[in-house]
């Protein structure tokens, strides 16, 4: 499907800046029975609402493809069990939860997040439409409504559950199609002083740091400030504080809410003072963005024709749904890339999508010992080159492009 309009303030005056070209949805892993069979594509271009500003994908592929049965889980990584432990501490200290009050997550996923929640004695509902994690999340005793998130659901949660103190939305916002009907299910389930925390890859970092490779069709949205203030107004909600976070490449943690007891903090002046800094509403920004992508690929396609002369053997690290858009975008196959290492159970036994690169579990690399790892999953780079010390002290190295490319 496409949309004609801007998915916030429905302006027509949408400009693509940006092609990744066409390629299968980025966790469309395949099982080996399905390799010889034809694998749908869909284009991936980008573009800037010229009214509100919003970065958004014109082309959206329908949810239930993509989400139903959901291979990716950010449990195995430390950095990210961390990183969600420290977000419900801080939110039941900062809003002094008490036992019993309803915290919703939407995306909720395995119900990582969630599972801090429970050690605090609230009440936690996940809500996720894919079927095999919300069966992995009720086993770990996560209660999970099954589907996506609607003002309908939202209805029906506050029948029965009543209305939610805190809700909670981790990359997943970027997900939504229709963020109107998001906002109107918030504000109706959330209760009177309520708040909404919403976390989210943060546009100037993608810009800065060129991860391209974060552009793919489960990302409708990419979020600066200025729409997402245009959303919740217009709901008569509003972002009162805002957070910067390191995961992911560099996302925010917004704070938002429909009651006045919240006086809006300075951060949310200075976030916005700063997108002006940055050119986030000047077209020129997102020309010269595209411009760095297009050398990017041709530095990188050159570096890696170079060591496959000298007979180098690279493998992949990190089957990461922005893995999948680099080596589809780039043309990089299993010509130049042996297999890919990952540590989701999900995806190992798998292949990419696309490029067909079987994945196996993060052990193999140091059995193989290849001479090259390529890190697709860059934004655990801290977390992955720890855990292969072994692996870098036997002379493996690790190619890592973002922000930029260099052997580490
Ligand atoms: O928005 C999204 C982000 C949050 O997660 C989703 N649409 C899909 C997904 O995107 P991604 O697959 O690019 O996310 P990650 O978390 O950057 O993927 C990392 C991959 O690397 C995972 O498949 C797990 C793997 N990994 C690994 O093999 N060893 C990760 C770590 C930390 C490791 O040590």
Known sequence: MKIKSCR???????????????????????????????????????????????????????????????????????TMLGHFKNFADEIVRDFNLKKGDLVVDIGSNDGTLLTFFKEQELNILGVDPASNLAQVAKLKGINTIND??????????????????????TNVVPHINDLHDFALGVKNLLSTDGILVIEFPYLVDLLEKNSFDTIYHEHLSYFSLKPLFKLFRSHGMKIFDIKKQNVHGGSLRLFITKSSIYKIKNSANEFLAFEKLKSIDNLKTYLNFADR????????????????????????????????????FCKIGSETIDYIVDSIPFKQGRFTPGTHIPIYPEGRLEKDRSDYALLLAWNFADEI????????????????????????
């Open 8 to 78: 916030i303030c429905g302006s027509e005056k949408l400009y693509p800046f940006l092609s990744l070209g066409s390629m299968p949805p980025p966790n469309g892993f395949l099982l080996k029975k399905d390799l010889g069979k034809t694998e749908k594509v869909y284009p991936l271009s980008v573009c800037l609402c010229e009214s509100c500003f919003l970065v958004q994908l014109k082309d959206v592929i329908p949810a239930k493809i993509m989400f139903n049965n959901y291979l990716y889980i950010p449990s195995t990584s430390t």
């Open 148 to 169: 996506f998130f609607t003002l309908g659901v939202s209805k029906i949660i506050k029948k029965i559950y009543g209305s939610a103190q805190v809700i909670t939305a």
């Open 293 to 328: 992508v297009l050398v990017f690929k041709k530095n990188l396609i050159n570096f890696l024709e170079k060591l496959k002369k000298r007979k180098k053997r690279i493998v992949g690290y990190g089957a990461a749904a922005k893995g999948n858009v680099l080596l589809n």
């Open 385 to 408: 080159l720890k855990k292969q010390k072994k692996y870098r002290q036997k002379g493996g190295k690790f190619i890592v492009t973002t922000p930029q490319l260099k052997i580490i």
